[in-house]
């Protein structure tokens, strides 16, 4: 119901950073969740990181201590900073609207983050 759009994918080596960006619509900001998941080649959508209505966070196994998923107020925007990016890190990014837990919403075109070894 809630359209999120994300950006901010490319290509970058093995060990660099890219932080992506999911812009989030001004009136709901402060009272939803938002959840990041990718796709990588060959495999399913897998959450990646989320970020409560209320600032709590949770990330995969795979991406912790890498990745830090933030908010901030003042542009609407939900960030998704990755660092030490890894190969299998390569995959398309989605940002997507939480409730309950679960993806609400269809997904939208997503942000390329290609990682080379």
């Known amino acids: 119901q809630v359209h999120l759009v994300e950006s901010g994918g490319g290509l970058v080596q093995a060990g660099g950073s890219l932080r992506l960006s999911c812009v989030v619509p001004g009136n709901i900001f402060k009272i939803i969740s938002v959840g990041w998941f990718r796709r990588a080649p060959g495999k399913e959508r897998e959450p990646v990181a989320s970020i409560s209505e209320i600032g709590i966070t949770n990330y995969a196994d795979s991406v912790k201590g890498r990745f830090t998923i933030s908010g901030d107020n003042a542009k609407n925007t939900v960030y998704l900073q990755m660092n030490s990016l890894k190969a299998e890190d390569t995959g398309v990014y989605y940002c997507?609207?939480?409730?309950?837990?679960?993806?609400?919403?269809?997904w939208g075109q997503g942000t390329q983050v290609t990682v080379s070894s």
């Open positions: 997507v609207r939480l409730v309950g837990g679960a993806v609400s919403g269809s």
